[in-house]
């Protein structure tokens, strides 16, 4: 697993785990607690072995469980960085930093709330939908998407939607987790308790968590 920035001494580890994609893409990711219940979660999304661009993600998740920050940088196919993008959020504003071969460019988006960090991949977006499904209904969201050498973003309006806990079967293993999803979209997320998804499905895919490890206390 590749990322932006080396584990700090003072990261104490939480969990890990990789998301094999039936078009070969892997999503790899760690979590570590960096004080005061906030964490700090790394993220390779791999594309090497199946000859698409890489995704490294790296976000600040605050002791609530909201995505405060996150830093994404897009390696082509030859291992070159063609773009970098930041997401912070603040009380009345989320903060948009890019950088690309045509030069920096920064945007600044007014919220009038909490606004919700939507990120590209799997671990990420099933993060912010397990919080969403905690807050009224509808959410107001930054969905962050990434196509080409680039990314995109569009202010949406969301209403997410999560069951009951039940028995979930992952792999070889029984976990409790509930389903939760975005009613506009056709993709169903299975969430532990700690948000972590471990399996995502719709018409066109089935996707399970593997080699998930979790610290014990």
Known sequence: MRRLHATGR????????????GGGLREYW???????????????RDGRGCGRRSLLQEALRNANGTLERVDQHLYGLDGHLEARLRCTRFQNAVEIDLETGAGP??????????????MPGILLA????????????????????????????????LEACCGPP????????????????????????????????????????RIELSRYARRHD
Request: with cysteine; proline share 4%.
């Open 10 to 21: 003072r990261e104490r580890f939480v969990a890990s785990g990789v998301y094999l994609t």
């Open 30 to 44: 760690s979590i570590h607690e960096v004080g005061g219940g906030a964490q700090f979660i790394r993220v390779d």
């Open 105 to 118: 460019c920064r945007v600044e988006l007014p919220s009038a709330g909490d606004r919700l960090l939507l």
């Open 126 to 157: 099933g993060m912010a939908l397990s919080q969403a499904a905690e807050m009224p209904q509808p959410v107001d969201a930054l969905l962050v998407t990434q196509g080409g050498d680039g990314f995109a973003w569009e202010r949406q309006t």
């Open 166 to 205: 039940v028995p979930a079967m992952v792999g070889a293993g029984n976990r409790k987790a509930r389903s939760c999803k975005w009613s506009e979209f056709d993709r169903t997320f299975w969430l532990d308790p700690h948000d972590i998804t471990l399996r995502l499905e719709d018409e066109m895919c």
